[in-house]
């Protein structure tokens, strides 16, 4: 019997400013609650990654964290475009 598909959103985590100094404990919270960290950008305070969807309300709960955003698609028009 197969497990069931789980659909992965990609997420930017933003710390809160006392997490700035040092971003590695927050990483690990994050991990422990199923965030696939793919960058993390000590300078700016944010880790982005994966997070299974069923997942993606713990990440609010981490302490540490100041917003979870759902990562999404920009699509910029031609030079040429007359939406410019």
């Known amino acids: 019997?197969?497990?069931?598909?789980?659909?992965?959103?990609?997420?930017v985590v933003t710390a809160t400013e006392n997490c700035l100094s040092d971003l590695q404990p927050l990483v690990s919270r994050l991990k422990d609650k199923g965030l696939k960290v793919s960058e993390v950008m000590q300078n700016l305070g944010i880790?982005?990654?994966?997070?299974?969807?069923?997942?993606?309300?713990?990440?609010?709960?981490?302490?540490?964290?100041?917003?979870?955003?759902v990562g999404g698609t920009v699509q910029v028009s031609p030079p040429q475009s007359d939406l410019q």
């Open 1 to 11: 019997m197969s497990s069931p598909v789980r659909s992965h959103v990609e997420v």
């Open 47 to 69: 880790i982005s990654g994966k997070v299974a969807e069923a997942d993606l309300l713990l990440l609010n709960s981490v302490a540490g964290v100041a917003a979870v955003e």
